[in-house]
Each structure stands twice: as structure tokens, then as C-alpha cells.
């Protein structure tokens, strides 16, 4: 069971363009939800975070949006670059835990 | 990689040897983590620990084992490695919530292991 899914595997992006990365959940526990970046031969690196209660947190030239209702989050990178190629990972944890639940990655290549 | 050293980073195996990977923090939280990451399906938590001597299954924990005799050490053992282990072991750590309220976890570098 499955509680959080990224449905596209790869995503590919002209540099200069918006790549937008989508996230589904089904645990309504989640308190809120992270998105990591991951490089090859790395480790996951966090990158931005958003709270339930919250429906946008912004960082730069990463946005993430979250729509309880729907169950579904998305990360927004704009403009993005080169260096944005990498697999990004969200995840859903509880304010109780300490537990992250990934999902299954999405691969973005941007293209110069 | 903010204190957290993996090893080894890379092992070959056969199938029934014992493996133990070690995960050192010089950070000293109180949250260690182990997860392995394979294809579709992202990361899954193995075990984790909140404190020595203090540890916990998470999702995938059947064929593995964790000890944690000292704040900075999370050792990782799997006792009789199947091919199915052949995966990309992650340790991570993390303190208290961030101001969203997120725990936010910080990873080492991996360490790839191959069980033939």
C-alpha cells in the first residue's frame, strides 16, 4: 500500500522553462510533506517544505502547493536549469512521529 | 555530507554471508535511520532508532537487524544476504521539528550493495 505515489517517472524540461513534479498521497494523517533532491551517487538533499495547514510555500525558485482536498501536492522549479537534473523525491510525515514515507521518485532532465 | 559517514560504500557479496554497514554521525542527534532505496519504489524505511538502545521496525525490516550502542553509530546487519537485498542503503538523521513543524531528516551518501 502505496501511501505516496509520484505517477511520472521522468519528467523532461527546456532550460528556461517550468518543470512541475506532482505528488499524490492517501494518508490524511500526513502533517506535512517534504520534497528531496537527489543526485547520482548521492545522498538525498532536502530541499523545501510545507505544512498541512499551509496551500503554498515558496523558496526561491522552488514552489510547492498542496491541495488537501485532493490529496496531491506539487513542486514548482522556475526557471529551471541545468543543474536541476536530478531524481526528486516527496514524502509525507506525522507531527507525532518521526517517520518520513517516500514516493517513488521522479527523474528531471533539463535540457539546455 | 553535514557529519554522516557511511561504510563501507560499496559491497559485493554472495547470497548467506552475513553484511553490516555503518553509519557514524558526528552531529549528534538523537534520530538515526536506515532506508534503502530501489527502483519504483523509492525509499523505504528499514529500522530506526530514537535514541541508544533504543530502536524500531519500520516498513521493510524482515531479513535485517540494527544495534545502536552509541549516539554516533547505527549499525545496519543483514544476517543472511538474499539476492532481494541488492540495494542502495541510505542512513539518515535528524533533531526536533523545523519551524513547518517538519522533521526533517538529513542523508548520507549511500552505500551500494550487491548480493550475487
Known amino acids: 500500500d502505496q501511501q505516496v505515489k509520484q505517477n511520472s517517472p521522468s519528467l523532461s524540461v527546456q532550460e528556461g522553462r517550468i518543470s512541475i513534479l506532482n505528488c499524490d498521497y492517501t494518508?490524511?494523517?500526513?502533517?506535512?510533506f517534504l520534497w528531496y533532491k537527489k543526485y547520482p551517487a548521492e545522498g538525498p538533499t532536502f530541499l523545501i517544505s510545507?505544512?498541512?495547514?499551509?496551500d503554498k510555500n515558496e523558496d526561491g525558485r522552488f514552489t510547492v502547493f498542496l491541495n488537501k482536498s485532493a490529496k496531491h501536492l506539487s513542486l514548482h522549479i522556475v526557471p529551471s536549469q541545468p543543474g536541476d537534473s536530478a531524481v526528486y523525491f516527496c514524502?509525507?510525515?506525522?507531527?507525532?512521529?518521526?517517520?518520513?514515507?517516500f514516493g517513488g521518485g521522479t527523474r528531471v532532465l533539463v535540457k539546455p | 555530507d553535514a557529519g554522516i559517514t557511511q561504510s563501507p560504500r560499496h559491497k559485493v557479496t554472495e547470497t548467506g554471508t552475513p553484511v553490516t554497514l555503518r553509519c557514524h554521525q558526528t552531529?549528534?542527534?538523537?534520530?538515526m535511520y536506515w532506508y534503502r532505496q530501489d527502483p519504483g519504489h523509492g525509499l523505504r524505511l528499514i529500522h530506526y532508532?530514537?535514541?541508544?538502545?533504543?530502536?524500531d521496525k519500520g516498513e521493510v525490516s524482515d531479513g535485517y537487524s540494527v544495534s545502536r550502542s552509541k549516539t554516533e553509530d547505527f549499525l545496519l546487519t543483514l544476517e543472511s544476504a538474499t539476492s532481494s537485498q541488492t540495494s542502495v542503503y541510505f542512513c539518515?538523521?535528524?533533531?526536533?521539528?523545523?519551524?513547518?513543524?517538519?522533521?526533517?531528516?538529513?542523508f548520507g551518501a549511500g552505500s551500494r550493495l550487491t548480493v550475487l
Open positions: 539518515a538523521i535528524s533533531e526536533p521539528p523545523d519551524r513547518a513543524g517538519a522533521n526533517v531528516l538529513t
Open positions: 494518508n490524511s494523517m500526513f502533517d506535512y
Open positions: 510545507i505544512s498541512s495547514i499551509k
Open positions: 514524502a509525507g510525515g506525522r507531527a507525532a512521529g518521526n517517520k518520513l514515507t
Open positions: 552531529e549528534n542527534h538523537r534520530y
Open positions: 532508532s530514537y535514541g541508544v538502545k533504543d530502536t
